[in-house]
RNA sequence: GCCAGCUUAGCUCAGUGGUAGAGCAGCAGUUUUGUAAACUGCUGGUCGUCGGUUCAAAUCCGACAGCUGGCUCCA
């Protein structure tokens, strides 16, 4: 609930509607290419284990997978192997031949084992085509596809022979659960890839190779922002080395400085809370697995009316600012209230969720509630988008998604609280705002916050893994449990709305997509190291024209270092090339004699020598206007 | 939590049953240099942890932990 999504992803994956004929015969030539593999994969398996069982082989963004179930558990090492297979049925350029039967012949066919297989299987059942069966609905037409002995439930499309198939290669193995459910048993997913031709396939992998360059936990690491220590703190919690905290505190400063000027108020909460905040805001018991484990006092505590002894770190900060607008009296005349701070949060990710900064389990959220009235809440709520694009073009961001969730009637009253007129009058609001506003989204059923309608932020990271980074939701429904009201102009008590907000995300996952979005090569307003001042050798007379340098930086915060050792200054560029430092300033004799400096900018090479007070006001102006 | 893979020095990696290795980083000297890496030497490891097999285990087997890729979850 609440900011509850604030650094969440959505799904990562959108359970797909059912798609229809048409919708499978739009499939591009390589989605065709892909999804044929996979038959051909499944060939080959079958040739190996002719026992195998085969459930769901779609093409994905990246290549394809089929699942199957096999006593005999596949690892990378049976691989070389199975394309072995694969090659031979792709060399006997099978046709894909389609056929159609009736439903009552394709269930003696999976019942004899015959639907994806090589022969007819006694006593083998193909049960999970049976199960894909039960899903086509009555007058769909039911298809098979058929090259050389393997014969699929399928409806396709598919390219016209084998050897259209160009260049694969298996990847990797994973569980997955029968159609996506929890629920159903788990089958063994077998992924790869395949392109037209073998140029593009090893297109595929370098691009591979080079996303992991910018990973931003490679990144990271390389230059010193932040450290997972599992032994001594735990999975999930990262401590912020200097070089990171300063990503950490430029952040904060942006924030604080946009927040004020658009009137937010700060607060400040601990990171506890009494079992009473969670039952009251209906995070207990449901979300009880996602939050650590409570702590419990040893003494009563004496508070009149306690229900317990037992304290929680907070997954959320609403409930603790909900708190706040409690705490105190509030009038019509109070609203707009707007309640920032960057809280820190704790929830227990499930561990094989984990990833460097991206999902974590301690957070810092740029998070904000702002408390307003039905007529308030189109500017309020436009107001937040416009901080959002006001960000994203500070960051040059371009490659995102607004992603504008709506709730689905036939869920109001379980995944949805039941309020059909708010609904609708909220999300009519959010999405006239949108439309006003200019700004591009898809919009999703079925995906809002159960307290109302949502805008999500989907970026994603280096490897393609999609993250929300940003969120902006309204909630009709929390404030209310916790009684919140404020005295209007005719007297009455009335509930506000709330919108929770969170541009900038988490601190841990927004510097995580930052440092990949960078690959490292941070505007000078953000670089760890901004400044390094290089001597071209030990000489005292340059160390002495460099003082009042330094010192007229740091007198005006500029993170400046020095390297004034006897190295050569080739190293010396070569060490602060590779620790990335924004801007490096060479001074040799022939500078002091000038009265300047050399200047060099990572990445980009030799600027030229320029007098020192104008390349001091050069940084100052670059840093104040958070240039690019 | 589930499936698979991985875990050797701070980092990148070599080492398939017989006395733990290299490069980079670090430290100490030498070098005094004009824009991406000067030279020499030294330090540094209970080979993730625990247990087993063996005369002998980084190496073979098992359990556990962490990480990675997926799956599921994601208020």
Redesign the pocket.
Request: charged letters at 30%.
């Given at each position: 609930?609440?900011s509850?999504?604030f650094f969440?992803?959505a799904?990562?994956?959108i359970t797909p509607e059912r798609k229809s004929l048409d919708d499978r015969n739009k499939m591009t030539e390589l989605e065709r290419i892909r999804h044929s593999c996979a038959h051909v994969m499944a060939t080959a398996i079958l040739r190996i284990w002719p026992e195998a069982q085969f459930a769901a082989g779609p093409p994905v963004e990246n290549g394809f997978y089929y699942d199957l179930e096999l006593a005999h558990?596949i690892?990378?090492e049976d691989f070389p192997r199975i394309e072995e297979e694969m090659k031979k049925e792709i060399k006997a350029n099978n046709v894909f031949e389609r056929t159609t039967v009736t439903r009552e012949q394709a269930i003696k066919d999976a019942e004899s084992g015959r639907l994806g297989g090589l022969a007819e299987r006694p006593g083998n059942v193909s049960k999970f085509k049976l199960g894909n069966l039960a899903d086509i609905p009555e007058g769909e037409a039911i298809s098979y596809f058929r090259n050389g002995d393997f014969l699929d439930l399928c409806a396709g499309p598919h390219v016209m022979r084998t050897g259209n198939i160009g260049a694969f290669k298996l990847t990797?193995?994973?569980?997955?659960?029968y159609k996506?459910d929890?629920k159903n048993p788990?089958v063994?997913?077998i992924?790869g890839t395949a392109f037209k031709n073998k140029t593009q396939l090893d297109e595929y992998f370098k691009m591979l190779e080079e996303a992991k360059r910018r990973d931003h936990?490679k990144i990271g690491?390389e230059m010193g922002l932040y450290a997972?220590d599992?032994e001594y703190v735990g999975?999930?919690m990262p401590l912020w080395l200097p070089k990171g905290t300063v990503l950490v505190e430029e952040l904060e400063k942006l924030a604080k400085e946009a927040e004020f000027a658009a009137g937010y108020v700060r607060v400040r909460t601990p990171h506890l809370a009494r079992e009473k905040m969670y039952t009251t805001s209906g995070?207990l018991p449901y979300?009880a697995e996602?939050?650590f484990p409570p702590m419990e006092l040893k003494e009563k505590d004496s508070t009149p009316g306690a229900e317990a002894d037992r304290y929680y770190l907070k997954?959320?900060n609403c409930p603790h600012h909900h708190r706040i607008f409690a705490a105190e009296p509030r009038s019509y005349r109070d609203l707009p209230l707007r309640l920032a701070e960057y809280g820190c949060c704790y929830?227990y990710e499930?561990?094989?969720?984990?990833?460097?900064l991206m999902r974590v389990r301690s957070l810092n959220m740029n998070d904000a509630h702002i408390y307003c009235t039905e007529e308030q809440f189109a500017q309020e709520f436009r107001a937040v988008n416009e901080m959002y694009l006001h960000y994203f073009k500070t960051f040059g961001l371009e490659k995102y998604q607004m992603r504008f969730s709506t709730h689905d009637p036939s869920k109001l009253g379980q995944k949805f609280v039941d309020d059909p007129v708010l609904w609708r009058k909220t999300e009519d609001m959010v999405r006239r705002v949108l439309v006003e506003s200019g700004i591009n989204f898809v919009e999703v059923a079925n995906e809002a916050?159960?307290y109302g309608p949502k805008i999500d932020v989907q970026v994603w990271s280096a490897?393609?893994?999609e993250f929300t980074i940003a969120t902006n939701q309204v909630d009709f429904a929390v404030p209310a449990k916790f009684g919140l009201t404020y005295r209007d102009r005719d007297n009455t008590d009335k509930t506000p709305l709330c919108i929770h907000r969170a541009p900038l995300g988490t601190h841990e996952r927004f510097i995580g997509f930052l440092i990949e979005h960078y690959a490292g090569n941070f505007p000078l307003w953000l670089a760890p190291e901004q400044v390094r001042i290089l001597t071209?050798?030990?000489?005292s007379a340059l160390c002495e024209y460099a003082q009042p340098i330094i010192k007229e930086l740091r007198a005006n915060m500029v993170r400046v270092d020095t390297d004034f050792g006897?190295?050569?200054?080739?190293?010396k560029?070569?060490?602060a090339?590779?620790a990335r430092v924004h801007t490096?300033l060479?001074i040799?004799?022939?500078?002091v004699e000038g009265g300047n400096v050399?200047v060099?900018l990572h990445?980009k090479?030799?600027v030229g020598?320029k007098p020192k007070a104008e390349v001091i006001a050069g940084i100052l102006e670059a840093i104040r206007t958070r240039a690019a």
């Amino acid at each position: 609930m609440a900011s509850g999504e604030f650094f969440m992803e959505a799904e990562n994956q959108i359970t797909p509607e059912r798609k229809s004929l048409d919708d499978r015969n739009k499939m591009t030539e390589l989605e065709r290419i892909r999804h044929s593999c996979a038959h051909v994969m499944a060939t080959a398996i079958l040739r190996i284990w002719p026992e195998a069982q085969f459930a769901a082989g779609p093409p994905v963004e990246n290549g394809f997978y089929y699942d199957l179930e096999l006593a005999h558990r596949i690892s990378p090492e049976d691989f070389p192997r199975i394309e072995e297979e694969m090659k031979k049925e792709i060399k006997a350029n099978n046709v894909f031949e389609r056929t159609t039967v009736t439903r009552e012949q394709a269930i003696k066919d999976a019942e004899s084992g015959r639907l994806g297989g090589l022969a007819e299987r006694p006593g083998n059942v193909s049960k999970f085509k049976l199960g894909n069966l039960a899903d086509i609905p009555e007058g769909e037409a039911i298809s098979y596809f058929r090259n050389g002995d393997f014969l699929d439930l399928c409806a396709g499309p598919h390219v016209m022979r084998t050897g259209n198939i160009g260049a694969f290669k298996l990847t990797t193995v994973a569980s997955a659960y029968y159609k996506g459910d929890e629920k159903n048993p788990q089958v063994q997913r077998i992924y790869g890839t395949a392109f037209k031709n073998k140029t593009q396939l090893d297109e595929y992998f370098k691009m591979l190779e080079e996303a992991k360059r910018r990973d931003h936990r490679k990144i990271g690491a390389e230059m010193g922002l932040y450290a997972i220590d599992t032994e001594y703190v735990g999975p999930g919690m990262p401590l912020w080395l200097p070089k990171g905290t300063v990503l950490v505190e430029e952040l904060e400063k942006l924030a604080k400085e946009a927040e004020f000027a658009a009137g937010y108020v700060r607060v400040r909460t601990p990171h506890l809370a009494r079992e009473k905040m969670y039952t009251t805001s209906g995070h207990l018991p449901y979300y009880a697995e996602s939050m650590f484990p409570p702590m419990e006092l040893k003494e009563k505590d004496s508070t009149p009316g306690a229900e317990a002894d037992r304290y929680y770190l907070k997954a959320m900060n609403c409930p603790h600012h909900h708190r706040i607008f409690a705490a105190e009296p509030r009038s019509y005349r109070d609203l707009p209230l707007r309640l920032a701070e960057y809280g820190c949060c704790y929830r227990y990710e499930q561990s094989g969720e984990l990833f460097g900064l991206m999902r974590v389990r301690s957070l810092n959220m740029n998070d904000a509630h702002i408390y307003c009235t039905e007529e308030q809440f189109a500017q309020e709520f436009r107001a937040v988008n416009e901080m959002y694009l006001h960000y994203f073009k500070t960051f040059g961001l371009e490659k995102y998604q607004m992603r504008f969730s709506t709730h689905d009637p036939s869920k109001l009253g379980q995944k949805f609280v039941d309020d059909p007129v708010l609904w609708r009058k909220t999300e009519d609001m959010v999405r006239r705002v949108l439309v006003e506003s200019g700004i591009n989204f898809v919009e999703v059923a079925n995906e809002a916050a159960f307290y109302g309608p949502k805008i999500d932020v989907q970026v994603w990271s280096a490897i393609g893994r999609e993250f929300t980074i940003a969120t902006n939701q309204v909630d009709f429904a929390v404030p209310a449990k916790f009684g919140l009201t404020y005295r209007d102009r005719d007297n009455t008590d009335k509930t506000p709305l709330c919108i929770h907000r969170a541009p900038l995300g988490t601190h841990e996952r927004f510097i995580g997509f930052l440092i990949e979005h960078y690959a490292g090569n941070f505007p000078l307003w953000l670089a760890p190291e901004q400044v390094r001042i290089l001597t071209v050798n030990d000489e005292s007379a340059l160390c002495e024209y460099a003082q009042p340098i330094i010192k007229e930086l740091r007198a005006n915060m500029v993170r400046v270092d020095t390297d004034f050792g006897s190295e050569p200054i080739k190293a010396k560029v070569a060490n602060a090339e590779a620790a990335r430092v924004h801007t490096m300033l060479v001074i040799g004799a022939r500078d002091v004699e000038g009265g300047n400096v050399s200047v060099r900018l990572h990445g980009k090479g030799h600027v030229g020598a320029k007098p020192k007070a104008e390349v001091i006001a050069g940084i100052l102006e670059a840093i104040r206007t958070r240039a690019a």
